[in-house]
């Protein structure tokens, strides 16, 4: 019985970072049609943000929950109006740029950092079910994904700013008719996106220590849940990493963590082979 | 009476809730020209599609010489001998308009020097000859029709789709186009989507006319002109645009 | 013909260079400078992999490391089991050509394009990299051959003359190898790319749905010519595993993937001679700046020596600014060039002062 909870507590961990580490990329892919390689490193910045602001003696929560974001989502809005919008509508052209951004952004990184991982202890202690124990800080990983997730949802669905971005989305031709400022609302959108991935960073930053090459255990795994997913934003993120999240986990359990990484990838290969819409392309259309 | 050259049962295609194609019973003879006219969206495209086998019928059957090729792939269809000119010129553009008509030949032709002469035959009977080393990517819209429909004429086809071959061409290319409609319907079977009706009576045929998926009326030209219903959904549009 | 001839007369000068190359550098060169260039010409044959599925395939391979590593593996762990060279060459070309061909099975009969390709060739080298890296421990041999996982194989013995197991190449017959298997690969392609086969591949990159209607199967060209990429990527982890007598799972690596795709950039798409520039100059650019770590000090040469920062840059501003590559740019700079200087009452002069 404990040991189920624990395993469950685990599938869920699994589930929710999946979503966390996803969700900006789904943004700028659903939204726009990028698929963003330096995605995985806009997450390893998050993490040096969260740290370097916790050196720079702001709290642990702020460095975490606001200054990663804010200092990632201003990363965003640069490397947007720098390089991305030259290439819009040109997506294989996007993901050599964004690759070659991944690239040096890790250069640059381990030019300032050294190329050690760095680590800030999290914060909660351990937790004990049972017989076994487990990070409290776990349970909080999975409030946050929630918590954003349920957040991105409620600013798509209710607000002014979701609809004029869903417009956009749908045909910026129309939406610049109805007085809507295109590059703007791209420029916002990449920006929200990249502020997302810096708090994924931030948040995970505890768990797994940051080093300059974080990014690329990060972005194959992104990519695949956000192609799994499909076009919708937030349902395609779940419904993809509750899939993954739960064949990781489990195969995880039952050999090796490596093996269960591979099992997730094999997984996901499996899926777009046969839903090449990604999950919602095919079931919940209507989803966001 | 011999056997239909192509033949549809009950064809249909379903997009989401949309049945953009429903239950049409075409039949063409061998050596016949038809033409297919019907205001925009009435399924005349997307008929294309599924006689080339680019599109899966979700109900009916496509049956080329007796044969049922509903299920078969384009490429399969195409060397069976149906050749398609698409509406928005489907042309290999980084290529010169040699390697273009090469490229269909050389399907039919396994000697390069029996493709090559082809080659040469073709360009000059579609008349770019002199345009020979162009890329195709460069060309005018009414000069990218012809390479097509060289392309299209290269590998022989028994039967020649043209959707809309006249659009976008000057009154001399239209007319050239309705001299070489009526050469290839010499030896071969033509459907020709078109919705200019001078050129419908130039190469002068049976028309079938379709409306929101569906077959309306089959006529000859003249009864198509004069029908009241056609006019209504069609002519009658077109005159009041 | 005129266009005929100068693609003979490139031909030529190719072949001249590249034979003058083969014969007279080991006369001419250090035995360390040697070493470099051999490694050059792996890499270049590696880089005509991707010259060719995606340059004239129009495939967009991330994962052509795969194949690459693939070769190199089966190499190794043939070669440490067998002990004379012949079959272990021979498997490292059809193995990763066989999987090659599999994989291309899966994507193409499976309609799978542009975006997805990239995230399942991708996917598939993060997963030989991730099971091959955590074969660290005993129980994971084939035959007499350890896996070592992230430590990788060391001491692969080198290739031999077929049948003579003790007639084992030296550093020099390493390099009139390699040099004489990329010119081979390199006219090899030629002379493919010039036949039907090869045209029609063409074809199908610039306009795959009118190949079709053609009567070509478009799935079964790609599929051939990704297999046919796999078996050169493989020929080239082959050698690359020779010349070090060493290979390791970071030849896996999404870092060595992003390098192919580097060279193929800067080279230039659809051409052969480009992705061959490309990844000597690329090569020779990293060899250059130093090794991938940076000493720490902090100065402003230590940020040169850092190679992913370098290469991201020139990845970045190739897209932007050169999209298509140096080669065909370059080219078509020159031919108009030339076509200025040829017509000789040249058209008026551009107004010097616009608007």
Redesign the interface.
């Given at each position: 019985m404990d040991l189920a909870v624990v395993l469950a507590i685990q599938v869920l961990y699994a589930i929710a970072s999946l979503a966390l580490i996803s969700l900006g990329l789904a943004i700028v892919f659903g939204m726009m049609r990028v698929i963003n390689l330096a995605h995985g490193e806009f997450l390893m910045l998050g993490g040096y943000a969260a740290i370097v602001g916790t050196h720079l003696g702001f709290g642990l929560w702020v460095s975490m929950l606001v200054l990663a974001p804010a200092a990632v989502g201003l990363i965003g809005v640069v490397v947007e109006r720098t390089i991305i919008r030259f290439l819009y509508g040109r997506m294989i052209d996007t993901m050599l740029a964004t690759w070659g951004l991944s690239l040096f952004l890790i250069g640059l990184t381990t030019f300032v950092f050294g190329n050690t991982t760095v680590g800030i202890s999290a914060p909660f202690g351990a937790l004990a079910i049972g017989r076994y124990r487990t990070s409290a800080y776990t349970l909080f990983v999975i409030a946050v994904a929630t918590a954003v997730l349920g957040g991105v949802y409620v600013v798509l669905r209710h607000t002014r700013l979701g609809l004029i971005a869903r417009g956009t989305m749908q045909n910026a031709n129309m939406a610049a008719a109805l007085g809507v400022n295109p590059p703007r609302v791209y420029a916002v959108t990449f920006g929200v996106g990249a502020a997302l991935s810096g708090l994924a960073g931030g948040v995970l930053a505890p768990v797994s220590g940051v080093f300059p090459t974080i990014g690329v255990a990060y972005i194959a795994k992104a990519f695949i849940t956000v192609i799994g997913g499909g076009a919708a934003i937030v349902t395609g993120t779940v419904s993809a990493a509750s899939l993954f999240g739960t064949i990781n986990q489990l195969a995880t359990f039952a050999t090796t963590p490596v093996f269960g990484e591979v099992a997730l990838l094999g997984a996901a290969i499996v899926l777009i082979r046969l839903l090449p819409q990604g999950i919602t392309g095919r079931f919940f259309r209507r989803g966001l | 009476m011999a056997a239909p050259l192509l033949e549809t049962r009950s064809l249909g295609i379903r997009f989401g809730g949309v049945q953009a194609v429903r239950d049409v019973n075409f039949s063409l003879a061998e050596g016949e020209l038809r033409c297919l006219i019907g205001p925009n969206g009435a399924g005349k495209s997307t008929f294309f599609k599924l006689i080339t086998g680019q599109l899966q019928p979700s109900q009916g059957q496509v049956l080329f010489r007796g044969r049922d090729v509903s299920a078969a792939a384009a490429h399969e269809i195409a060397r069976l001998g149906i050749g398609i000119k698409t509406q928005v010129p489907s042309v290999f553009d980084g290529l010169s308009v040699r390697e273009n008509i090469w490229l269909a030949a050389i399907r039919l032709h396994r000697r390069r020097r029996a493709a090559a002469a082809a080659v040469d035959e073709m360009l000059a009977r579609v008349g770019l000859a002199a345009l020979a080393d162009r890329p195709v990517g460069q060309l005018a819209h009414g000069q990218r029709q012809w390479v097509e429909l060289g392309i299209v004429l290269s590998t022989d086809p028994q039967l020649i789709l043209l959707d809309e071959p006249a659009a976008g061409m000057t009154h001399e290319e239209v007319l050239r186009t309705a001299e070489l409609v009526r050469e290839i319907n010499r030896d071969k079977a033509l459907i020709v989507v078109e919705h200019d009706m001078q050129f419908i009576r130039m190469i002068a045929s049976r028309v079938t006319v379709f409306n929101q998926g569906a077959v309306l009326v089959e006529d000859t030209i003249a009864n198509i002109l004069r029908n009241p219903v056609v006019r209504d959904i069609y002519l009658g549009k077109q005159a009041a645009a | 013909m005129s266009?005929r001839a100068g693609t003979l007369a490139g031909l030529a000068a190719v072949a001249a260079f590249g034979l003058a190359f083969l014969l007279l550098a080991p006369h001419w060169v250090e035995l360390d400078t040697l070493l470099d260039l051999t490694v050059y010409m792996i890499m270049s044959i590696l880089a005509l992999s991707l010259g060719l599925v995606w340059g004239y395939g129009g495939i967009?391979c991330f994962g052509q490391a795969a194949f690459f590593g693939l070769g190199a593996y089966t190499y190794a762990v043939a070669m440490v089991n067998i002990g004379e060279s012949t079959l272990p060459f021979l498997l490292a070309i059809a193995l990763p050509a066989g999987f090659a061909a599999l994989l291309g099975y899966?994507?193409f009969y499976?309609?799978?394009s542009?975006?997805?390709l990239?995230?399942?060739t991708?996917?598939?080298t993060?997963?030989l990299f991730?099971?091959v890296?955590?074969t660290a421990g005993p129980e994971y041999h084939i035959g007499s051959a350890r896996l070592g996982g992230f430590n990788g194989i060391p001491s692969i013995p080198p290739l031999n003359i077929p049948g003579r197991p003790e007639a084992a190449l030296d550093l020099e017959g390493m390099f009139y190898l390699s040099t004489a298997l990329l010119l081979a690969t390199y006219f090899g392609l030629r002379a493919l790319l010039a036949s039907?086969f090869g045209?029609?591949v063409?074809?199908v990159r610039?306009?795959e749905?009118?190949?079709?209607?053609?009567?070509?199967?478009?799935r079964l060209y790609k599929l051939a010519t990704f297999a046919i990429g796999g078996a050169i990527a493989g020929l080239a982890g082959c050698l690359f595993a020779n010349w070090g007598a060493f290979v390791s799972p970071t030849i896996f690596g999404?870092?060595q993937s992003?390098q192919i795709?580097?060279w193929v950039?800067v080279g230039g798409r659809g051409t052969l001679i480009g992705p061959i520039l490309g990844s000597i100059a690329m090569e020779w650019l990293t060899t250059t700046l130093g090794a991938n770590?940076?000493t720490?000090t902090?100065g402003l040469a230590?940020?040169w020596s850092?190679?992913?920062?370098?290469?991201?840059?020139?990845?970045?501003?190739f897209?932007?600014l050169v999209?298509r590559g140096l080669v065909p740019t370059l080219a078509d700079g020159a031919g108009r060039l030339l076509r200025r200087r040829l017509p000789a009452p040249a058209a008026a002069p551009a107004p010097e002062v616009a608007e």
């Open positions: - | - | 266009a967009l899966f994507m499976g309609r799978i542009d975006v997805y990239g995230v399942i991708l996917t598939v993060l997963i991730n099971t890296n955590s039907r045209r029609v063409v074809g610039e306009n749905r009118r190949a079709e209607l053609l009567g070509y199967d478009p999404l870092a992003a795709i580097i950039i770590q940076t720490g902090g230590d940020l850092n190679a992913p920062l370098v290469l991201g840059a020139i990845l970045i501003g897209v932007l999209p």
